[in-house]
């Protein structure tokens, strides 16, 4: 599967919604090819804000798609994609550059964000550990989703060792190039914020009552 490619036709542009008044950000982390470019298209409302660049000989000895045949260009600053919760509500997607001479966008990708996925791609697993060290070190909560390039050979449990997730962390399953896959992923987040902030709120009333 070309991470670069999507099978979804890229929906019609919508304008924001007057009434719009809360925004999320949502950040989409990963190794090089890993398929952030491709989820943040399948499910964005709006033509998908992209900064792609053809793979080039500069980039020989520095970026290494031997591991992603056919991929022929990359992301250099981040996508941007938008989806509507509500009449109130809009949820900002920033996809981040994959390869290492980029790492250093992260932090201001970071800033403001509510929380992030993950998306890795199951044949190169340790090409998402960075991400996962700069995510637990800024604190952030985060879902991991495994891109199912092709039928998978481990378990998600056998996953989940290998990363060495804790317990409380989302592991998911999903194919970037589709649209509902990929809103699974999303509300998996959402789903694992709102867990979070319940129990941070249950948390205080008991520190208040003692």
């Known amino acids: 599967m070309d991470s670069n490619g999507s099978d979804t036709a890229v929906t019609p542009r919508q304008p924001l919604r007057s009434t719009a008044a809360n925004a999320w950000k949502i950040v989409v982390v990963g190794g090089f090819g890993v398929g952030k470019t491709t989820l943040v298209g399948s499910v964005s409302e709006i033509r998908p804000l992209n900064t792609e660049e053809v793979l080039t000989q500069a980039g020989v000895g520095i970026d290494d798609p ?6 022929r ?39 403001g964000a509510l929380g992030a ?12 550990w960075y991400a996962i060290d700069r995510l637990e070190h ?24 290998a990363l060495d997730l804790a317990p409380e962390v989302p592991l998911v399953d999903c194919d970037a190039r589709d649209r509902e896959s990929s809103k699974q992923v999303l509300i998996e987040l959402v789903r694992h914020l709102t867990t979070l902030a319940e129990a941070g709120s249950a948390d205080a009333d008991l520190e208040m009552s003692s």
């Open 66 to 71: 031997s591991a992603v045949r056919g991929k």
């Open 73 to 111: 260009s990359t992301t250099v600053a981040f996508d941007f994609g938008r989806i509507t919760l509500s009449a109130e509500s809009v949820l900002y997607l920033f996809g981040a550059p994959g390869q290492e001479r980029f790492w250093f966008l992260w932090d201001r990708l970071f800033s």
């Open 117 to 128: 996925v993950v998306l890795v791609d199951p044949r190169r697993l340790a090409d998402s």
């Open 138 to 161: 800024h604190g952030m909560p985060f879902v991991v989703a495994r891109n199912n390039f092709e039928p998978p050979a481990h378990t998600l449990d056998q996953v989940r060792e």
